[in-house]
């Protein structure tokens, strides 16, 4: 779904002053209450409101507020109907009356609309799309505003809305259906929710969101590329809930989520996106196990827990350790082996042999009468662990430590070159760092070397919690060994990277990368290791666009992996000049503003290939943290891994760009970095500029906003509205041409 639709609210405050004073009048975004549009044929005044009384007239967008937004859903055999409540409050001085403007999203069922206020119905007129593209038209003319220019081409409900006295609150609801559409398997509900181009942006109270899904049969995939979602699933295959909810909210994206069918076995589903034909497009291949499988097809492996019991583990965090411990052990499955590692000064084991899982309570006992002392041994514990797996079965081996080492070999890459002497090809390492003094470097190299990944408990997390969340994910591996091959396109930069992590039931891996050229019948297969057996999964069929268009969330996913790939690569490895460009270009492009790369914001010339190269120096002489440990490099390390292994892109910024705060060109407070339909903009001296927009060697077509040539750009090419919703000057690069909407005189 490319039109980016927005939750719009046009409420008129109209101040009634005491008897014999001038009444004046403020509006929040949009006009006062008006008419119908005008005929076709008909003449009429282009201004809806009278001019303005004695006193004139005042923007004051912070007396209304939405007291709560709710959005309750029910999708059954791809219908949704959704149902709207939302509660405004009068914070004002005076009377507040107005009109009520919901642009619908496309496809929207309008026989089933139902619209109450305080529980009274209200007859609501529902704007056709040339109507609504009117009233639009007709609003920013007369209120220079054109954030309702981002709704051409879509229909709207309109209503008057009940006066509200000061204090006072009305409560609105909504009933709409529509349709929901699929892409290569997929299904995806949209809600429109961005209002990131309005200039009141007052946060809600309240926000929730549930969506209920119902088929005719087992859902599979639930993923939502937008939000933070809770997925609830009961016992009906055929049934699940997903949830939001935030409290002081200010909504910046549309609501989205897509789904798709469980199958018995591995199922995958495609998305794609490309800026232009002429450029290498984007893929995103959700890869869903399923929910639950049969313990006797569960791949038997063997865990080994190996935990730091230096004296500096003292505490509450010696405390969780054991009650991580504990977990893991009791959790494991019949046919899993296991021992457990205590390392301090040297090293202790539970057991001289791999145990079975009976024996966990046995050892998590033995584990809760430990007592924290000595120093750190981090090079003789992972040897010993590696000593411990049987090259015959998958071993996974969980490393706990809060600090660096003190005992036995110290230095780092010695550790590092013994334990990829020692490793066997048949175990995986994942560690965990518990507090800021670790030694990131070590441990990222650890997890990297050994097919793992790197967690990091911050002082204000718990370490029971952050090893039972990985423990659960890992406990009934479906596909172990897997590898991905594409057939009829070439495919590079995919992420994670290769070889790609094992496949658990109930969970799901989200595989981004590029592609070279599109075809409509492509086929992909994964491969990998099913109770030992190899075993392929083919999929065919499959779509990869060949022209522009698709979902340019995809984009930003790839983006943000690969920037934290680079973050990563140059905190490890150090500075690279290649690696910093890619990084500037890759954050330019995409928009995508990390505690590193915060200067883009403040480079004027960042668009120019001078302003980047300046950038680029000014990220190398800033750098990345040189430290090892300390919370400065713990940081660094959660920040680049979390990017690097995003299920979602990477918000945008937050921050207001310096000298935009009083600008008074509306945007005050706003990020100064915006996406709008893949594209990103960022706000340069009250212009928001295409980030592919080089003024060295582009020249802009000028259009005065609200010109005759404005509206009829808009009417030739109504796809350009999204983007002249950003404001009054804008510079976009659309098809090759830059066009540059300038401040009226």
């Not at 809930?241 to 018995?264: H, I, K, M, Y």
Request: aromatic share 8%.
């Amino acid at each position: 779904m490319n039109r980016r639709l927005s939750l719009l609210v046009v409420i008129v405050l109209a101040l009634l002053a005491l008897a014999g004073v001038a009444s004046v009048s403020a509006q929040v975004i949009g006009p006062c209450p008006m008419p119908p549009p005008c005929p076709p044929d008909a003449l009429c005044e282009p201004m809806f409101c009278p001019p303005p009384p004695i006193g004139g007239v005042f923007t004051n967008p912070d007396w209304l507020k939405i007291r709560h937004h709710r959005v309750e859903t029910l999708i059954e055999d791809q219908v949704a109907q959704t149902r709207v409540s939302m509660e405004f409050v009068n914070e004002g001085e005076g009377l507040a009356e107005g009109t009520f403007l919901f642009p619908l999203p496309a496809g929207a069922s309008v026989d089933e609309l139902v619209m109450f206020i305080n529980d009274q119905p209200v007859e609501a007129r529902i704007l056709d799309a040339d109507e609504a593209r009117e009233y639009y038209d007709a609003i920013v003319r007369q209120y220079r505003d054109p954030a309702l220019l981002e709704y051409v081409g879509t229909s709207a409900i309109q209503a008057n809305v009940f006066p509200i006295p000061p204090g006072e609150k009305r409560r609105i609801e909504i009933v709409y259906s529509q349709a929901v559409t699929a892409d290569n398997g997929l299904l995806q509900y949209v809600y429109p929710l961005d209002v990131s181009q309005l200039t009141s942006h007052r946060p809600i109270e309240t926000m929730t969101m549930e969506v209920t899904i119902r088929g005719s049969q087992p859902i599979g995939t639930v993923y939502s590329p937008s939000h933070t979602v809770a997925i609830a699933r009961g016992s009906d295959p055929n049934e699940v809930r997903v949830g939001f909810e935030a409290s002081n909210f200010t909504p910046d994206q549309d609501f989205s989520l897509f789904w798709g069918v469980d199958a018995d076995v591995i199922d995958a589903n495609l998305l794609t996106y490309r800026d232009s034909a002429a450029e290498d497009g984007f893929f995103l291949l959700l890869v869903q196990p399923p929910l639950t499988v049969d313990a006797s097809d569960i791949a038997p492996k063997d865990l080994i827990l190996v935990v730091d019991q230096s004296g500096s583990m003292d505490g509450d965090k010696w405390v969780q350790a054991q009650d991580a411990a504990r977990y893991v052990l009791e959790n494991l499955s019949e046919s899993d082996r296991f021992n457990v590692i205590l390392f301090s000064t040297g090293t202790r084991l539970f057991s001289n042999q791999l145990e079975g899982s009976g024996m966990g309570p046995d050892a998590a006992a033995w584990v809760d009468g430990q007592f924290p002392e000595g120093g750190t041994n981090i090079n003789d514990s992972l040897l010993l662990a590696f000593e411990q797996v049987d090259p015959e079965r998958d071993a996974t081996i969980l490393f706990i430590t809060d600090g660096i080492p003190t005992e036995g070999e110290e230095d780092p890459d010695q550790i590092l070159a013994n334990l990829q002497a020692a490793a066997p090809p048949n175990a995986r390492v994942f560690t965990f760092g518990v507090g800021d003094d670790v030694d990131t470097f070590l441990l990222d190299k650890i997890a990297q070397s050994f097919g793992g990944a790197s967690s990091y408990v911050r002082p204000t997390e718990r370490i029971d919690e952050e090893v039972a969340s990985l423990f659960n994910k890992i406990s009934a591996p479906v596909l172990t060994d897997v590898t991905l091959t594409v057939d009829g396109t070439m495919i590079d930069s995919t992420y994670p990277q290769t070889p790609l992590p094992d496949l658990f039931a109930g969970t799901q891996m989200a595989i981004v990368g590029r592609y070279r050229d599109g075809v409509e019948n492509a086929t992909i297969t994964l491969s990998g290791l099913m109770n030992g057996e190899p075993t392929s999964f083919v999929y065919d069929g499959l779509t990869f666009r060949e022209v522009a268009g698709g979902e340019p969330f995809v984009a930003q996913l790839w983006a943000t992996r690969r920037i934290g790939d680079l973050l990563n690569t140059i905190r490890l490895e150090g500075e690279d000049a290649e690696l910093v460009d890619s990084i500037i270009n890759l954050s330019v492009r995409y928009g995508i503003i990390t505690p590193y790369t915060s200067f883009l914001i403040d480079e004027n010339d960042i668009l120019s290939q001078t302003g980047r190269e300046a950038a680029a120096q000014q990220f190398a002489q800033g750098g990345l943290s040189t430290q090892s440990s300390g919370a400065a490099a713990v940081g660094a390390a959660d920040m680049a891994l979390n990017m690097a292994e995003a299920a979602a892109p990477l918000p945008m910024a937050t921050m207001t760009a310096p000298g935009e705060a009083e600008s008074g060109d509306g945007y005050r407070g706003q990020s100064p970095v915006q996406t709008v339909n893949g594209k990103t903009f960022f706000l340069r001296e009250g212009v928001w500029t295409d980030s592919i927009f080089d003024p060295d060697t582009m020249t802009a077509e000028p259009i005065p906003f609200l010109s005759d040539a404005y509206f009829a750009l808009l009417t030739e090419r109504p796809e350009l509205g999204a983007y002249f919703a950003l404001g009054e000057q804008v510079i976009v690069v659309v098809d090759g041409t830059a066009y540059q909407v300038t401040a009226a005189e």
